[in-house]
């Protein structure tokens, strides 16, 4: 069995701070991780690899430095990384992305494909479904939990007030919510092969023979036309100082507004 | 591209009943297609669901598109998104509007996909710009920054919208509209996913989207014990706990909890904000509460900016001080 688990390496949000003037993300000094749903769906992969067996095949489009989130990745036990990185795969939208994606996911023969439900800088949950779509295999999104029945899988997809219990055959992409599992720490020996044994393969636009028209900025439908940092939208009363103070102030203002 | 026109909304439905995210973005539609001059349809997929095509006429639909057949029963992404994707290149809406519910997020990209067009996340705003395209305006960049963003050259434009931002419109019993049935072209193998079982889980105490005084926790709670204080000011207010992205991530509170882009959006009387920074994934929830009071230690927190009252402070000081505040105030009302 062959399990792709596609991921990202994005800033931890937390930390991100914008650039006053030029409106762009500050990224120097900004810390790098594996996007959190994208490590439940690498744990839940390499989960199944641990009770069925399985090659588990870990791949991330972005610039150079996302090596270091494959490397994490092979610590924590994938078996191949590959880094999708070339100048013309920049500025692409969730589409652009599916799509680039997709030629990379037909140079193999899988049976589960494993993406996480969203990336913490986008949010938009779409790279999954579009992915699979490209691909034309069904998919589940939000998945809980993952059992096998021979060649079918028995998901749990969650839902806003409960879960569906899904039956379905492999292929299949599924996507990954924190619920699924909790992701391990990779191990001396992991980050050792990950680094010492094993391979982060690079692959170029030209390696996946696609039209440069159709990734990135280029291949992208949406255009981000204008991004403004939030108006502010109340000029507020700010007490400092004596706590005691501050809370009698507070409370007094809220009593003749009549909120309390 | 002059042929596609017509702002459409996927009326999702659930057990024969409409969600009501699909009534407000039906609101929204009627607003961006008076605009426009053309016209606001909905598109009502499932089995036996005629009967609310009504509904959504009384809510500001001119059509209704009805797609009833037993295999659209209960929502699977293929059978949805073959019905609607048919429909879509028979009659070239401009527009599509989808609730982003766990549904709505999982069929419209899957659509967008096979249409080869565009599509914008969890929209927070919506408008057309002078050449008629339509402006999808949502937080980046972990709610940082407000895009806006457009699908200039593919159709439909397609965007999801975050339930509780748009406002329905006022419902309109003498409103009149068409309702056109449209035969399903779907056969069993078309839907590769098999539903097995559907388990409602007890919905949860917490209704923090119908609270009149939310008080919420956030960083700078600290830990799950923290957040036993910002129920006691909870309790003291007569409100409800919520709380931040960051302290849901935490594992301090559970998600039923959050308020935020990718939580719960909220409009209390009174919201009061405890250790949160106020990224804009947070305001982008609670920023239409009618007052809202902010306490953190940090005096440049973005929070501060949509706040009425602020105390720059440490929390765990503040608000011991102000639960026996408030007390007193309140033991005098009685007195």
């Known amino acids: 069995m062959n399990i792709l688990v596609f991921i990202k390496q994005v800033p931890d949000t937390n930390e991100v701070k914008i650039d006053p003037v030029t409106k762009t993300l500050i990224r120097e000094g900004v810390p790098s991780i594996i996007n959190p749903d994208d490590k439940n769906a690498l744990e839940e992969a390499i989960r199944i690899k641990e009770e069925y067996g399985a090659k588990v095949i870990v791949i991330t489009m972005g610039p150079p430095q996302a090596e270091t989130a494959l490397r994490e990745a092979l ?48 949010d938009t949950a779409q790279v999954g479904p579009q992915l699979a779509e490209q691909l034309n295999i069904p998919q589940v999104t939000y998945v809980k939990e993952v059992e096998i029945e021979g060649d079918t899988l028995i998901v749990k997809r969650a839902l806003e007030d409960g879960y569906e219990v899904i039956k379905v055959k492999m292929p299949v992409l599924l996507t990954a919510i924190k619920e699924l599992n909790t992701p391990r720490y990779p191990s001396i020996k992991g980050i050792f092969e990950a680094y010492r ?59 003749e507004k009549h909120v309390i | ?47 036996g669901v005629k009967g609310l095509a009504d509904e959504l006429i009384k809510y500001g639909a001119d059509v209704v598109y009805v797609i009833d057949n037993p295999l659209l029963k209960n929502y699977t992404t293929e059978g949805y998104a073959k019905v609607i994707a048919d429909l879509v290149n028979e009659l070239k809406p401009e527009v599509i509007l989808y609730g982003a519910t766990y549904i709505g997020r999982d069929l ?52 999801t919208v975050r339930p509780g931002v748009m406002k329905k419109a006022p419902k309109d019993e003498k409103r009149k509209g068409e309702i056109i049935e449209i035969q399903a072209n779907i056969k069993e193998g078309d839907i590769r996913t098999q539903i097995f079982d559907i388990i409602k889980e007890a919905k949860s105490k917490v209704n923090i989207e119908e609270a009149d005084i939310i008080v919420s926790g956030g960083r700078g709670v600290g830990g799950a014990e923290g957040f036993k204080l910002i129920q006691q000011l909870a309790d003291a207010l007569g409100g409800v706990v919520g709380a931040s992205r960051a302290a849901v991530d935490a594992g301090w509170i559970s998600s039923d909890h959050q308020v935020g882009q990718t939580g719960k959006t909220v409009r209390p009387k009174l919201y009061v904000a405890c250790g949160i920074s106020g990224a804009i994934q947070h305001i982008a929830g ?7 009071v902010a306490i953190n230690k940090n005096p440049d927190a973005p929070i501060f900016k949509v706040a009425d009252y602020g105390i720059v402070g440490d929390l765990f000081k503040v608000i011991p001080a102000l639960i026996e505040e408030i007390k007193r105030i309140k033991n005098n009302e009685m007195a």
Request: with cysteine; hydrophobic share 40%; glycine share 8%.
């Open chain 2, 286 to 292: 609670m920023g239409n509460a009618k007052t809202i």
């Open chain 1, 197 to 255: 044994e094993k391979e982060v393969k690079i692959v170029t636009a030209a390696d996946l023979g696609v039209d440069p028209q159709e990734v990135g900025l280029k291949g992208s439908p949406t255009k981000v036309i204008s991004t403004t940092t939030p108006e502010t939208q109340r000029a507020g009363e700010i007490f400092t100082g004596n706590v005691k103070e501050c809370v009698q102030n507070l409370v007094q203002r809220l009593v």
């Open chain 1, 75 to 122: 610590a924590m036990g994938a078996d191949e990384a590959y880094l999708l990185t070339d100048r013309v795969f920049a500025g692409a939208d969730t589409y652009a992305t599916a799509k680039t994606l997709s030629k990379m996911a037909k140079k193999f023969d899988y049976d589960i494909i494993f993406c996480g439900r969203q990336a913490i800088d986008g």
């Open chain 2, 108 to 159: 419209a990209p899957r659509i967008a996909s096979r249409l080869h067009t565009g599509l914008t996340a969890d929209c927070t705003g919506l408008d057309i710009d002078e050449n008629g395209l339509l402006l999808q305006i949502r937080p980046a960049f972990g709610g940082n920054l407000i895009a806006t963003i457009i699908c200039p050259e593919r159709r439909p434009q397609m965007a």
């Open chain 2, 1 to 47: 591209m002059n042929e596609y026109k017509d702002i459409w909304v996927f009326a999702e439905q659930r057990e024969q009943r409409l969600m009501n995210v699909s009534l407000e973005i039906l609101g929204e539609a009627r607003k961006l297609a008076d605009k426009k001059g053309v016209k606001a349809c909905a598109v009502l997929v499932g089995y």
